[in-house]
């Protein structure tokens, strides 16, 4: 697991990104057929990028803070990417064009750049504790 944790990583963050784009492709009445809450289905997505800084910081051995942002730069990235492509592909999105990028790196910053810090901290707390079970 230690030395895997980088690949891990990023498919957690792929995953995530591909997941949720699929899942904004589909209108609210198809989760509701099958009882599912579109929302926190998306929300709950963003553990994932989490999982993927946290897994950074504990394994890494040097520069934990800089390879865990990193992952939340990385997930900029991945929804700048996303959105860019569906927009080619011609779906309907809600930022197009390069002012839409532009928003949509302000957006994915204010959320995934807290979240890479928070799971810096958290993996900055376990790591005294994961240290001394072995």
């Known amino acids: 697991m230690k030395s895997n944790y980088i ?3 990023i498919i957690l963050i792929i995953f995530a990104e591909i997941t949720s784009q699929l899942i904004s ?3 609210n009445y198809v989760f509701y057929r099958i009882n599912i809450d579109r929302d926190t289905l998306l929300i709950s997505l963003w553990i994932l990028p989490f ?4 897994l950074a910081t504990i394994y890494a051995k ?4 800089l390879i865990s942002l990193t992952f939340g730069f990385f ?3 991945m929804t700048i990417s996303s959105n ?3 927009n ?5 999105v809600d930022f197009e064009g390069l002012y839409g990028a532009i928003d949509m790196f302000q957006i994915s910053f204010f959320i995934n750049i807290p979240i890479a810090l928070l799971a810096s901290l958290v993996g900055f707390l376990l790591i005294p504790t994961l240290e001394s079970k072995d």
């Open 75 to 77: 997930a900029i990235l």
């Open 88 to 92: 080619l592909l011609g779906y309907q």
């Open 51 to 54: 999982i993927a800084s946290l």
């Open 62 to 65: 040097k520069y934990k803070l």
């Open 7 to 9: 690949s891990i990583s």
């Open 25 to 27: 492709l589909f209108q």
């Open 84 to 86: 860019l492509l569906l």
